[in-house]
């Protein structure tokens, strides 16, 4: 079975830190997808990145970064000079997808999120 | 059209009631998913349905019934629910495997409270 792990419940840091939020990740798969998501408290989930298991390539956004590494089954995600509006939880997930009878889905497997508080 | 829609936003029910939640998305995706999502914990999934027909059901009770008419509408019909009901259902849509996971997408949700 699939299964996330964001060991980090609760962060704060003042605003304009830098912050790193960890995500550790087991699968059988040699085929799978990362996910990270952002969810404010208005509550929708905001897709931020998806990264596939033969991409390892790290990846910036603006302020956001990623770092996927197979050979320790992590892919943290870091905020450069945080801001208040980065306030939110923040969900990694991961996706093997599933055949079944010609047909088929993904379904993601969500860590249990962490909450990230930037003090102004 | 990149959207999935669900309709009502905010939804407050009695637990005698009948409610239903609508989900539609018009990317043509075949694979479509309810996810149930208490107070401070990470979504779960509820049911996946793919090529309209129901392939997963993860131990959901029976107050709860998916139905998928067609292809892109998703409704999640609602019965005899509990407080405990109380959460935000989250709609998805994606691919199937094979075509590649790009595009999978969720709703904005419906905020349930159970009275």
């Known amino acids: 079975a699939q299964k996330v792990t964001q060991a980090q419940t609760e962060i704060s840091v003042v605003e304009k830190e830098d912050v790193t939020l960890d995500c550790v990740y087991e699968?059988?798969?040699?085929?799978?997808?990362l996910f990270w998501y952002k969810q404010p408290p208005s509550g929708e989930l905001v897709f931020l990145i998806r990264?596939?298991?033969?991409?390892?390539q790290n990846e910036i956004s603006g302020r956001y970064s990623w770092n996927f590494q197979k050979s320790t089954s992590s892919f943290n995600f870091t905020i450069t000079a945080s801001q208040v509006v980065d306030s939110a939880v923040y969900f990694c997930?991961?996706?093997?997808?599933?055949?079944?009878?010609?047909?088929?889905?993904?379904?993601?497997?969500f860590g249990k999120g962490t909450k990230l508080s930037v003090i102004p | 059209d990149t959207e999935v829609t669900q309709t009502p936003k905010h939804l407050v029910m009695g637990m005698t009631n009948k409610k239903s939640l609508k989900c539609e998305q018009h990317?043509?995706?075949?694979?479509m998913y309810w996810y149930k999502q208490k107070a401070k914990k990470p979504p779960e999934l509820m049911f996946v349905?793919?090529?309209?027909?129901?392939?997963i059901n993860e131990s959901v009770p029976s107050r709860f019934s998916p139905e998928c008419p067609y292809s892109s509408l998703l409704n999640l019909h609602l019965h005899a629910l509990q407080p405990e009901d109380s959460a935000l259902y989250l709609c998805?849509?994606?691919?199937?495997?094979?075509?590649?996971?790009?595009?999978?997408?969720f709703g904005s949700g419906t905020r349930l409270t159970v009275v």
């Open positions: 998805a849509s994606s691919p199937l495997p094979g075509q590649g996971i790009g595009g999978y997408t």
């Open positions: 699968t059988r798969d040699t085929t799978y997808y």
């Open positions: 990264r596939n298991s033969f991409d390892e």
């Open positions: 997930a991961l996706s093997e997808a599933l055949q079944t009878s010609g047909a088929g889905s993904y379904q993601l497997t």
């Open positions: 990317m043509g995706h075949r694979a």
């Open positions: 349905y793919s090529y309209e027909k129901l392939s």
